[in-house]
Each structure stands twice: as C-alpha cells, then as structure tokens.
C-alpha cells in the first residue's frame, strides 16, 4: 500500500469539498478504483498530490490541497473524476476506513442534491419564501432548534467526522449573527458552542456500543475539550455582569439551559461541571440570579432518592456558590458529604486564586485536596504539586511542603528529589535514593555531579549500598555491574584521600563473599585483589 500522510487539516479540508464537486456513482468509482489497488504512484509537490491511477489508460490527477477547485486530470472528466477521488481515498487511509468515509459522504451528496432540487421554485407556484435563519431577538432555544435543523441527520461513521462536525459548525453557523448587536452575537457564539457540547455528547452516547466506539468516543473527547477551551475564551472575552444586565432573559433561559445539561451527573465527555461553574463564577453581581439558582439546587438536593454521580455533581454546584459568597467553610462541608471526590474538580478554585496571588486561599485548597490527590490521575496529580511547589515561593517557609512531598513518596518522588537538589539539601536527597534502593546507575550524571561537587562523602553510602546488591543478585552481569559500581566507589576514596579506607573496605568485601568464584575473578580483574 502506497504511503503519504497528509495534515489532518489539509485532511479535514478535503473532507468538505469532495461532497460539493462529486456525484455519489463517480464517488464510489473512485473508492473502487482505489480498493483495487490502482494508484500505483502518489507524492506531494507543493501544495498538490501527484498520483498516478491505472484504469483503462495511465491518468494523471492532481488533488489541490488549499484549492480543490484547481484539482486536474489528464482524463475527459476534470476535476470530479473517479481518480481524484481514487486520490482522495488513498490519502484518507492513514486516518480511518475508506468504506466507511464513502457512505458518509453519499449522504452528504444526497441531502445536497435533494436540498437544491427542493429550494429550486417551479415556475407556476408563488415565489419561495426566505430561508430559514436564526433571528436576533428570538430565544436561545430557537437559535438551537435552527442549528439542529442545519445538522440535522449529521453521524458519526468514521473515526474523524466528528471533527469535521466541529469545524463545520464553526465555519457555518457565527456568520448568520455577523450584524446582530455585540451582545445577543457574542451570546450566539456561547450558543454555537454549547451546541456543539451538547451534540458531542450525544455522539458519544451513539456510539458506546459500536465496534468503532473507542476511536469515536476518544474523539468525542478530544473535541469536548476543544469546545470546552472556546467557550472559555468566549467567556473571558466578554463582560458577562453587563451582558447579563443587558440581555437579562436571554441569558437567565441561557443559565436555565446549561443547569439543565451540568446537573444530570450523567456520562459524559464533556466536564460540564466546569463549564457551569466557570460562568457562574464570572457572574459575581448577579445577585438575584444567584438566589434563584441556589433555591433550584437546595430543591434537587431534598429529593431523597437519587444516584451518588448526580448528588456529587449537586453537592459540588451548590458548595460552589457558597465559594462565591466567601463562605469557604460551608463549602467544604458539603465536599465532605461528596461518594467520590475528584481532585481536578477543584482545580478551577485553585487556578483561580493562583492567578489573583491570593496564595493563602491557594494553600487553603491544596491542603483540602491532599486526602484526595493520592487516588487522582497521573496528570492531577502534576497539577497539584506544581502548584504547590509555585506557592510555597511566596510562603516564609516550605517545611510544610517538604513534608507534603515526604507524605505522597513514592509518588512524589521525582518531584522531591528535584526540589532537593534545587534547595541543596544533598543529605536529604541521598538519603532518599537509598531508601528507595535507587542504584547511581539510575540516576542522571548531572545530579552525581553536584553531589560529588559538594561533598563527595556523601555519595559513598549510595555506591556501597548498590554494589552490595548487585552481587547478591549471583550472576556474571550483576558482578560485571558490581565492578563498574566499584570502580566509581574507588575513585571518590581517593578524590577524599581516604585510599587506606578503600583497600580495607575491598578486602572486607572480598573476604565476605569468598564462596562466588565468578565474583572473585571479576575483583582480580580490576586488580583489587591477588
């Protein structure tokens, strides 16, 4: 099979034209004449792939990858040929199922040409009425009535369709809002995204069961989180306090609309938590809105029988306008009611408080995080010490860090060895590796070094500990590896000037282990013993 990959981008791109310029029967020639075998020479020059696509005669296509419109081949047909899209489909291998593409497509296809023939008016009937658009002072819910309308039968077949739904979304929809006043269009934009969260998530759910489910649901989940990144910086972007004021139902049904996806607790790729409690969090002067809000999650939180996902996700909402309100302690007494906290929950307060310099609210949350770090992911678990190390620079004093990171060992451990060495407690740091039986084999040469530096007496303890060890393992490699070990051990006796200390010590070791012969013929070797 013939190998060229190109940038997802460039990719996606094709995706979108092949729909526009193809016909579905030369489409699927294409994909024929592709699962045959017959492009038999692809390569990129410039900004175009080359290929050469054997059918009843040797034709050149030339697929444009900025401009489709500028694609050839040397056959009568152009540029919509069965071997451009032979072309197409060979580039699209690396990425998924050609099969599974080309269906997708030929529904594309399809809806297009029903569309136009639809939108075409005969000529006795009355002239067709304006195409449906969003209008500026409708409701939110009608804005998302007329985004399902546009994507309406959009699935997920292949691996990276829903990639293009992301990128199709927003490339069509912000432009019908491009002459609405700033802030009903920039609450369209939180809209489009919203949108966009809410279908994902409904892929995801789609496709739990397909056999394809792992590649859809970790796309889902790689555009989730792009989402997620938008709609944050649309957030930051605008003053939400005086677009709230401004647009007050729009944006109550707006908040309306998000509790009702961020409350259900339900599997998600999306971390709506986030999302609902990032925008509340923005709208600090909007009292009243709060009360309400407050009012709906103590009427949820009564209801007696419920599941423990949906109670954390209400515990968790409700604790949060208790943060809002300055009221930490009452906070963290709902966390404490919490089945399963999760650590990176909470991040959003942490980062928050980081980026104002409040570091006594920072140190307030790290400290409350510490009994539910142990069990949290690899990456929270960076997240949380980084953060800690960034405070302890503005406290007086890191003992209290220090012994955070003694508490996680061994987890923490590239962590503290790093923070030792930065803070020259070399003692400590060697101390470290022999309780964790770290042979200096493992360790970087640079570390050695500023040890060594220092004070190289306080290495002998580390070499003496791993050269024993590597003899008790009884075999010719470990000794060989004993010996390097040794060699090293030596050169720091005499770098100390304590050789006398060195020969007792290698006879003392030899004398010990006087039955492995192997082991002794590797010491006469290095002539440190007759």
Not at 129 to 137: I, L
Not at 144 to 165: M, N
Not at 183 to 201: G, P
């Amino acid at each position: 099979m013939l190998k060229l990959q190109i940038p997802k981008n460039r990719m996606n791109y094709l995706i979108k034209q092949i729909p526009l310029h193809f016909e579905a029967a030369r489409l699927e020639q294409g994909w024929e004449a592709f699962h045959k075998g017959r492009v038999t020479e692809i390569d990129l020059k410039g900004l175009s792939v080359v290929a050469t696509v054997a059918d009843q005669a040797i034709q050149t296509a030339e697929l444009n990858l900025e401009n489709y419109t500028e694609s050839t081949c040397t056959c009568e047909l152009g540029s919509n040929c069965p071997h451009l899209g032979a072309v197409f489909f060979s580039l699209f291998a690396p990425y998924g199922r050609p099969e599974l593409l080309l269906q997708q497509l030929k529904q594309q296809i399809h809806t297009r040409r029903k569309t136009t023939r639809s939108a075409v008016p005969m000529p006795e009937r009355k002239p067709a009425p304006a195409a449906n658009v969003p209008q500026e002072n409708a409701m939110p819910v009608d804005w998302h009535r007329f985004f399902e309308g546009k994507f309406h039968g959009f699935s997920i077949s292949h691996q990276h369709s829903i990639e293009t739904f992301y990128d199709s979304a927003l490339e069509s929809l912000p432009p019908f809002a491009a002459n609405w006043k700033q802030d009903l269009r920039e609450l369209y934009q939180f809209h489009i995204v919203l949108f966009m969260m809410r279908k994902i998530e409904q892929f995801y759910q789609e496709t739990k069961s397909s056999y394809l489910s792992y590649y859809h649901e970790n796309g889902c989940r790689i555009t989730a989180k792009h989402c997620e990144d938008k709609l944050v910086e649309y957030v930051e972007r605008m003053d939400l306090n005086r677009a709230y004021s401004a647009e007050t139902k729009h944006w109550h049904a707006t908040m309306r609309m998000l509790g009702e996806s961020a409350l259900q607790g339900k599997d998600s790729p999306i971390d709506w938590l986030f999302v609902y409690r990032f925008v509340w969090w923005k709208l600090t002067k909007q009292v009243q809105a709060q009360q309400e809000e407050v009012s709906r999650l103590e009427t949820l939180l009564a209801k007696k029988e419920m599941l423990a996902k949906k109670r954390d996700v209400l515990l968790a909402a409700r604790a949060h306008f208790h943060i809002m309100q300055g009221e930490t302690d009452r906070a963290f007494e709902r966390l404490e009611q919490l089945t399963h906290p999760h650590a990176k929950e909470f991040f959003l307060y942490v980062n928050a408080y980081y980026h104002e310099g409040q570091w006594e609210q920072v140190l307030v949350w790290l400290r409350w995080l510490f009994n539910s770090i142990a069990a949290a992911g690899q990456d929270d678990f960076r997240t949380f010490c980084q953060y800690w190390l960034d405070t302890t620079k503005h406290l007086a004093s890191d003992s209290e860090w220090v012994g955070v990171m003694e508490a996680l060992l061994p987890r923490s451990y590239y962590y503290y060895t790093a923070y030792l060495l930065q803070t020259n407690r070399y003692r400590q740091w060697v101390d470290l590796q022999l309780a964790n039986r770290i042979s200096p084999l493992n360790l970087y040469g640079l570390e050695l070094k500023a040890i060594e530096d220092h004070d190289p007496a306080l290495l002998l303890p580390l070499y003496h500990q791993a050269a024993e060890r590597a003899v008790l393992e009884k075999n010719r490699a470990s000794y060989k590896t004993a010996v390097r070990l040794l060699k090293r051990l030596h050169s720091l006796y005499k770098s100390i000037g304590q050789d006398d200390r060195w020969e007792h010590y290698i006879y003392r070791l030899a004398d010990k282990f006087s039955r492995l012969r192997a082991f002794q013929e590797e010491l006469k070797k290095g002539k440190w013993i007759r």
